[in-house]
């Protein structure tokens, strides 16, 4: 069992930047790749970024792209996600997700969900 704890979320203004932190414990962490998701009042989880095992590999959604940046530390057994000129609609909770796939987007691929960190971006 691998367990994840997010942290950094807090309440922002429109354009500011934030970094939001996943640790990892109970595992092996650089044998997962992981993945942020958010969501948002009444709407579905979607996804927001994934990183490979070795950190050589991400993939992010279109809303995020240019604006975000996931990136591992193994020897940490943290996962980030740097996240700039923020928007009001990036407000959501965020979750961090493990799982064996490669680059998963669904979140039906991940095996194991952290409890969620909320960011609120005021305009």
């Known amino acids: 069992q691998v367990q994840l704890v997010e942290s950094g979320g807090r309440l922002v203004q429109a354009g500011d930047s934030l970094r939001l932190s996943c640790a990892a414990s109970?595992?092996?962490?650089?044998?997962?790749?992981m993945g942020w998701f958010r969501q948002a009042p009444g709407k579905e989880r979607e996804f927001v970024a994934a990183?490979?095992?070795?950190?050589?590999?991400?993939y992010y959604a279109d809303s995020v792209k240019g604006r975000s940046t996931i990136s591992r530390d193994n020897a940490k057994n943290t996962v980030y996600l740097q996240m700039n000129s923020l928007k009001p609609e990036d407000t959501a909770v965020y979750y961090c997700a493990a799982t064996r796939s490669w680059l998963a987007v669904r979140t039906t691929e991940y095996h194991f969900w952290g409890q969620g960190t909320q960011v609120t971006v005021s305009a």
């Open positions: 990183i490979i095992w070795t950190g050589s590999n991400t």
């Open positions: 109970g595992g092996t962490f650089s044998s997962y790749a």
